[in-house]
Nanobody, 120 residues
Framework: QVQVVESGGGLVQPGGSLRLSCAAS????????MNWFRQIPGKQRELVAS???????DYADSVKGRFTISRDNAKNAVYLQMNNLKPEDTAVYYC??????????????WGQGTQVTVSS
């Protein structure tokens, strides 16, 4: 079983910055995908940023140039540096991790979410 835990959310003023962290633990053989999603109440969860095991990165158009995703393979961790935050970035942010367990079967795990609120 693989557990995923996010941290780093909070309240920040418009134009400010936050850094989200996510760590996966448990029976992990390899991780090939780590994503950040966000969700506003009443709306669908949307993909914010994605990074593969080989380092390929993709961003939602709404965050390009402001958010940076990175990962630490040794720690099974992924980070989201969020700069120049806007009120519309307010959401619960979720970490998603996909990979293989030692038995070489796949797993998909979600974190519990961390609240980011951008407000003056």
């Amino acid at each position: 079983q693989v557990q995923v835990v996010e941290s780093g959310g909070g309240l920040v003023q418009p134009g400010g910055s936050l850094r989200l962290s996510c760590a996966a633990s448990g029976s992990i053989f390899s991780i090939y995908l780590m994503n950040w999603f966000r969700q506003i109440p009443g709306k669908q969860r949307e993909l914010v940023a994605s990074i593969t095991g080989s380092g390929n990165i993709d961003y939602a158009d709404s965050v390009k140039g402001r958010f940076t995703i990175s990962r630490d393979n040794a720690k099974n961790a992924v980070y989201l540096q969020m700069n120049n935050l806007k009120p519309e970035d307010t959401a619960v942010y979720y970490c998603f991790v996909a990979g293989l367990v030692p038995a070489r079967t796949s797993f998909n795990s979600w974190g519990q979410g961390t609240q980011v609120t951008v407000s003056s």
